[in-house]
């Protein structure tokens, strides 16, 4: 590991406050100033600030062809977690913020998100598929513990017999397990665990307010020990930074239970782009070159591609080394596993008043 830039600003993943673009007008302060402007404590370390937002619809379909998910959720927007690669930030400049230190500083919390949802699932027309929580934002981000949403949400699913997915990075999803197990038992529910490096070190620069990838694994092993199906999903893959974690990655997580795995390369959009490359001059200011470079090496020369298809694993050399790789590691640990498809039917069953048959 390189040896981090004294400016990096510890339990931040991104390094700035970044403009967003659909603003006119914007304001920064300028270095000579600094040193002598009390407000720049404040402007780059900035604490948590929790709105409540009362948007009219939760559910969103997902358009991408990319995704393997037709409906998502986002009890949250904006999240405390902070990995800096995060595509999610670009979405927090339609809310008026910005993508850098705003993402993670200013989190929207829509507390009818239970509400929202079950008068989504009671409408007469709409037929059971599954919907993942955090399709954008992690619904076990540390504010969970205080609102408790996804909790209501997941009771909200048991209640109407709905399948759900979800998708973390901590372990408090483990607080729920008592819901999660009677989801299964009714097999309503698959938990896929985000693992992007055992590397202690580099996850709390990488990822500062997340779990660490031993309580991960531990969180994996501990719903697989409940017959409750978990992926992981190791993305993003970072060529030249994570990318030789992926075998190491892959059987960890295959030890502990896991069904299977998915992998994206990480893709530089919009705001990302130069808050990643800023952070990589903080803190390894040695190998940003050659990272940034073999990014590009994926995705034609740029940062990422806009291209459905290949944006979420890219294409040349350097993603197809790590496309071979994925495959051996899922020829070698997971052969013969699978996740399981979810029950749609049960969901009909509770409209027509059977569901107590089950």
């Not at 913020?97 to 239970?114: H, M, N, Q, T």
């Not at 992926?231 to 974690?245: K, V, Y």
């Not at 496309?323 to 013969?336: N, S, T, V």
Request: glycine content about 6%; hydrophobic content about 40%.
């Amino acid at each position: 590991m390189s040896k981090s830039n004294p400016r990096h600003l510890k339990g931040r993943g991104a390094q700035s406050q970044v403009p967003n673009r659909f603003e006119a007008h914007t304001h920064e302060w300028l270095p000579e100033f600094l040193e002598h402007c009390s407000r720049e404590e404040e402007d780059l370390q900035p604490t948590t600030q929790v709105t409540r937002v009362f948007p009219k619809t939760i559910v969103n379909k997902v358009e991408s062809p990319d995704v393997r998910m037709p409906y998502s959720m986002n009890p949250y927007q904006g999240c405390e977690h902070g990995c800096v690669y995060c595509y999610a930030r670009n979405t927090h400049e339609y809310w008026g913020y910005g993508a850098g230190l705003d993402f993670e500083s200013k989190i929207l919390v829509k507390e009818r998100a239970p509400e929202l949802l079950e008068a989504f699932l009671r409408k007469p027309k709409w037929k059971a598929v599954p919907i993942v929580l955090s399709g954008n934002t992690d619904c076990y981000q540390p504010l969970e513990r205080k609102f408790r949403l996804t909790r209501a949400c997941l009771e909200v699913f048991l209640r109407y017999r709905h399948p759900v997915g979800i998708i973390t990075k901590n372990a408090l999803v483990l607080r729920d397990l008592d819901l999660l197990r009677e989801l299964h038992r009714h097999n309503l529910v698959a938990v896929h665990i985000s693992l992007t490096t055992l590397q202690e070190p580099l996850r709390g620069m990488l990822e500062p307010r997340t779990a660490s990838a031993a309580k991960r694994l531990k969180t994996i092993e501990a719903l697989s020990a409940e017959g409750i199906p978990v992926s992981a999903m190791l993305a993003p893959i970072i060529p030249g930074l994570n990318s030789h974690e992926l075998l190491d990655l892959a059987r960890a997580a295959s030890e502990r239970g896991a069904r299977s795995f998915a992998y994206t390369v990480v893709r530089l959009n919009g705001a990302i782009g130069p808050l990643f490359a800023q952070w990589l001059e903080r803190t390894m200011p040695d190998r940003a070159a050659r990272i940034l470079s073999q990014v590009r090496a994926c995705h034609g020369g740029n940062l990422h591609y806009s291209r459905f298809g290949v944006r979420i694993k890219g294409e040349g050399p350097v993603s197809e080394q790590i496309r071979q790789m994925a495959a051996l590691a899922r020829q070698r640990f997971f052969k013969d596993r699978a996740m399981p498809e979810l029950n749609t039917t049960q969901h009909a069953a509770w409209k027509t008043g059977q569901y107590a048959l089950f």
